[in-house]
């Protein structure tokens, strides 16, 4: 069976700090890895995604998460957050087979940031 | 492009009462889950459909959970009858193949057992 682990349940930064949001999963076989964003009061939203290819995948908002096969991590990162960025985060994986399609979610990392 | 629409908003029940909530995913996608997140944790899949068919339901407790999709379009979920523990935001999403295409969410419907 797959499991994520977020290894942060809450990550409080200052404005314009860099911050990463670590993710483990455990699976025996390959996976799709991905990064859901939920705002205060809103459904979750597609934040990035890896497939296949390149082991760095990024987003159109500044954020960045590289898959790493050797230490099944793919944590989530940004140079320099805003006060816009303040969400919790949520981290899934998917496998093929019979769970194909099946996302697995962490418990979610809260990010808040500070003036 | 509509995304996932989902309704109620929000339901107030009391225990061993029922319960439905309704989803009408993004148009053409095949493939629908219902997810249900307890506050605190990450979203738990209960039930996934390829147009109209069961794909997984091996989470969904079945003895007072139930969910249909016909028409391989809306779907609803039902929970008869409810209890404590099922307090909690039921998630819908849709995405137009499975694997690793996108799964877009709706915006959830927040129940509350009392």
């Known amino acids: 069976a797959q499991s994520v682990t977020q290894l942060d349940s809450q990550v409080p930064v200052f404005e314009e700090a860099p911050v990463e949001l670590r993710c483990n999963y455990s699976?025996?076989?390959?996976?799709?890895l991905f990064w859901y964003v939920q705002y205060p009061n809103q459904g979750l939203q597609l934040l990035l995604k890896y497939l296949s290819g390149s082991t760095l995948v990024e987003s159109i908002n500044g954020f960045e998460a590289e898959f790493n096969k050797s230490q099944t991590s793919f944590h989530l990162r940004k140079p320099s957050v805003h006060i816009s960025d303040t969400a919790e985060y949520f981290c899934a994986v998917s496998m093929g087979g019979t769970s194909y399609g099946k996302l697995t979610f962490g418990q979610g990392t809260i990010l808040t940031v500070h003036p | 492009e509509a995304g996932v629409a989902q309704s109620p908003r929000y339901k107030i029940i009391e225990k061993r009462q029922s319960v439905a909530f309704w989803c009408n995913p993004i148009?053409?996608?095949?493939?629908l889950y219902w997810y249900q997140q307890i506050l605190g944790q990450g979203p738990k899949l209960l039930i996934q459909?390829?147009?109209?068919?069961?794909?997984?339901d091996s989470q969904l407790p079945k003895d007072r959970f139930s969910a249909e999709r016909l028409k391989g379009v809306d779907s609803t979920l039902k929970i008869q009858p409810a209890k404590l523990e099922d307090s909690a935001v039921y998630l819908c999403?849709?995405?137009?193949?499975?694997?690793?295409?996108?799964?877009?969410f709706g915006p959830g419907t927040r129940l509350t057992v009392l």
């Open positions: 459909f390829q147009n109209n068919g069961v794909v997984d």
């Open positions: 699976s025996s076989v390959s996976v799709y």
């Open positions: 999403a849709s995405s137009l193949v499975q694997g690793g295409n996108t799964q877009y």
């Open positions: 148009s053409g996608h095949a493939t």
